[in-house]
């Protein structure tokens, strides 16, 4: 059974930075794309980034390139988020998520529905 744990999350002021870890464990074959999706009051959820653990190609959402990376420790089969220059529309709850889907090796697009495991999620607010 995949299980997945975030810590992390706080609150900051705008500009600052924030790191994200999420604790993977329970996947067969070695390899996962493992992603963070973030969902704030009265919006969907949405995909941040996602990264394939067999190579390291990643997938980032328009909104947060340049600003937030996202990375892999295959010791401690650990998925990072580092998010600097934070903005007030950062806040929100942060989930990790497994088993997403892969194009060519690539994570693609973020949708929900195309992961399978979830973490409990750890909550961002950046206050302006």
């Known amino acids: 059974q995949v299980q997945l744990v975030e810590s992390g999350g706080g609150s900051v002021q705008a500009g600052g930075s924030l790191r994200l870890s999420c604790a993977a464990s329970?996947?067969?074959?070695?390899?996962?794309?493992l992603g963070w999706f973030r969902q704030a009051p009265g919006k969907e959820r949405e995909g941040v980034a996602a990264?394939?653990?067999?190579?390291?190609?990643?997938y980032y959402a328009d909104s947060v390139k340049g600003r937030f990376t996202i990375s892999h420790d295959r010791h401690k089969n650990a998925v990072y988020l580092q998010m600097n220059s934070l903005k007030p529309e950062d806040t929100a709850m942060y989930y990790c998520?497994?088993?997403?889907?892969?194009?060519?090796?690539?994570?693609?697009?973020?949708?929900?529905?195309?992961?399978?495991?979830w973490g409990q999620g750890t909550q961002v607010t950046v206050s302006s």
């Open positions: 329970g996947y067969t074959g070695g390899t996962n794309c």
């Open positions: 990264i394939y653990t067999g190579r390291g190609t990643t």
């Open positions: 998520a497994a088993d997403g889907p892969l194009v060519s090796g690539r994570p693609t697009t973020m949708y929900p529905y195309e992961y399978n495991y």
